[in-house]
């Protein structure tokens, strides 16, 4: 099935395959918000975990201290 679009001459399949830096800017606008997700995932572990660590300190010679 061929599309003529008018005026151009061109198939509308052609053009949209010919048209990649949409497409690019698409994927990198992904891979950025994916990014920016591990990236927060990663700063809230390492601003959680040592809290966590320094909780859960017992010693037997200060007690409940």
Known sequence: ELNITAG????APARSM????SGTSLL???LKLQAL???LVYMV???IFPGFLAEDVTS??????
């Open 45 to 47: 572990t390492l601003s």
């Open 60 to 65: 037997e010679a200060m007690g409940d201290w």
């Open 37 to 39: 997700s591990v990236v």
């Open 8 to 11: 151009t001459g061109e198939s």
């Open 28 to 30: 990198l606008g992904k």
């Open 18 to 21: 010919c048209s990649k830096g």
